[in-house]
């Protein structure tokens, strides 16, 4: 019984010297063979072994982790206490080439409520400002109470990595307005004068004639006139010219106030812009038949809503000479013919 006994007690003790730690059944560590990094970080690479294993990476070191801060293949050879060394290696790419979001600048109207900021890209964060650590996921909607430039910046996120932010530039604008002032005198012997205003950003311009342009060269008496259109509106504006050598008013000798459609009012041709005008006429008594401060107000040949007679009647005439810029007065007679 005894000898069996110590037979046993040998064979146990051969059987424990022949164990060892359990070794790793797979050739791979990673468990990946690349891994994506977002660009201007500093990425640890880190392996489990069994306790007491050896490590050896192809940077030459020697722990269970390393600091990469480039792309490229990495190595590690890995010997675990009693077992066969297993080598695996891993491609690490820095994922530099994430582009920014597809942005559209925007233009808008004063006082016109706008919609929310467009961009196209994958999970888009927004900024106020190109340094904000806060942001958004919300397209923000611009203000336009007033004139002016806003800016935005907003960035794509892929595979976890965070773009450059684009900058979105909203642009407040009003519909156009301008002036082109008062009448103007064309001098004697010149070619004409040059008619312009401001140009407004965003606007076309268009003269009576179709010319699109900022200015217009006036070359003869009359009235110009100015449209500027843009997205938010248009405005026109109009400005006389007249001639140096132009009589502002002229008045007729005769007039038929019978029905017939002609000539049926006496009244000044106006030829300049006036700042006072005062017209009475009398009869050969010296009775005021007619009266009035409007220059394309004529007399019709009533008194007092009945038919004049047909004669000669005398007119004065106040009015302030643009050309002069002083006022003058005009006399002289009409003939009222039936």
Same mark, same amino acid.
């Given at each position: 019984?005894?000898?069996?006994?110590?037979?046993?007690?040998?064979?146990?003790?051969?059987?424990?010297?022949?164990?060892?730690?359990?070794?790793? *059944?797979?050739?791979?560590?990673?468990? *990946?063979? /690349?891994?994506?990094?977002?660009?201007?970080?500093?990425?640890?690479?880190?392996?489990?072994?069994?306790?007491?294993?050896?490590?050896?990476?192809?940077?030459?070191?020697?722990?269970?982790?390393?600091?990469?801060?480039?792309?490229?293949?990495?190595?590690?050879?890995? *010997?675990?206490?009693?077992?066969?060394?297993?080598?695996?290696?891993? !491609?690490?790419?820095?994922?530099?080439?994430? @582009?920014?979001?597809?942005?559209?600048?925007?233009?808008?109207?004063?006082?016109?409520?706008?919609?929310?900021?467009?961009?196209?890209?994958?999970?888009?964060?927004?900024?106020?400002?190109?340094?904000?650590?806060?942001?958004?996921?919300?397209?923000?909607?611009?203000?336009?109470? &007033?004139?002016?430039?806003?800016?935005?910046?907003?960035?794509?996120?892929?595979?976890?990595?965070?773009?450059?932010?684009?900058?979105?530039?909203?642009?407040?604008?009003?519909?156009?307005?301008?002036?082109?002032?008062?009448?103007?005198?064309?001098?004697?012997?010149?070619?004409?004068?040059? @008619?312009? *205003?401001?140009?407004?950003?965003?606007?076309?311009?268009?003269?009576?004639?179709?010319?699109?342009?900022?200015?217009?060269?006036?070359?003869?008496?009359?009235?110009?006139?100015?449209?500027?259109?843009?997205?938010?509106?248009?405005?026109? &504006?109009?400005?006389?010219?007249?001639?140096?050598?132009?009589?502002?008013?002229?008045?007729?000798?005769?007039?038929?106030?019978?029905?017939?459609?002609?000539?049926?009012?006496?009244?000044?041709?106006?030829?300049?812009? +006036?700042?006072?005008?005062?017209?009475?006429?009398?009869?050969? !008594?010296?009775?005021?038949?007619?009266? /009035?401060?409007?220059?394309?107000?004529?007399?019709?040949?009533?008194?007092?809503?009945?038919?004049?007679? +047909?004669?000669?009647?005398?007119?004065?005439?106040?009015?302030?000479?643009?050309? @002069?810029?002083? &006022?003058? +007065?005009?006399?002289?007679?009409?003939?009222?013919?039936?």
């Amino acid at each position: 019984m005894k000898t069996k006994i110590l037979i046993l007690f040998l064979a146990f003790l051969c059987l424990k010297s022949t164990v060892k730690a359990q070794c790793p *059944t797979s050739q791979t560590i990673f468990p *990946t063979d /690349s891994i994506i990094i977002c660009a201007d970080t500093t990425f640890i690479l880190n392996v489990s072994a069994p306790a007491g294993s050896t490590y050896d990476w192809s940077t030459l070191e020697s722990g269970n982790s390393i600091k990469i801060d480039r792309g490229g293949a990495y190595s590690i050879t890995v *010997t675990a206490p009693g077992c066969t060394p297993v080598k695996d290696t891993v !491609f690490i790419i820095f994922n530099s080439l994430i @582009l920014i979001p597809e942005i559209r600048n925007e233009l808008l109207c004063l006082k016109v409520p706008a919609t929310p900021l467009r961009a196209v890209g994958e999970d888009l964060k927004w900024y106020t400002s190109p340094a904000d650590i806060a942001f958004s996921n919300s397209a923000p909607t611009p203000s336009t109470a &007033d004139t002016g430039y806003t800016y935005y910046y907003v960035s794509q996120t892929i595979l976890g990595c965070e773009s450059p932010r684009a900058k979105v530039t909203v642009e407040v604008i009003e519909k156009p307005d301008f002036e082109l002032g008062d009448d103007i005198v064309i001098p004697c012997g010149a070619p004409g004068v040059v @008619l312009q *205003t401001v140009e407004q950003k965003y606007t076309t311009y268009t003269w009576q004639d179709g010319t699109k342009n900022i200015d217009f060269l006036a070359t003869e008496a009359g009235t110009y006139t100015l449209t500027g259109s843009n997205i938010c509106g248009t405005h026109t &504006d109009n400005v006389r010219t007249v001639v140096c050598n132009t009589r502002c008013l002229n008045f007729p000798n005769a007039f038929t106030p019978n029905g017939d459609g002609k000539n049926e009012l006496f009244r000044p041709g106006s030829f300049c812009p +006036m700042s006072k005008y005062v017209l009475t006429i009398y009869d050969r !008594f010296g009775k005021t038949v007619f009266h /009035s401060t409007n220059p394309t107000e004529g007399w019709d040949g009533r008194i007092n809503g009945k038919k004049a007679d +047909m004669g000669t009647y005398i007119y004065y005439c106040i009015y302030n000479d643009f050309m @002069l810029k002083m &006022d003058l +007065m005009l006399k002289g007679t009409v003939t009222l013919i039936k």
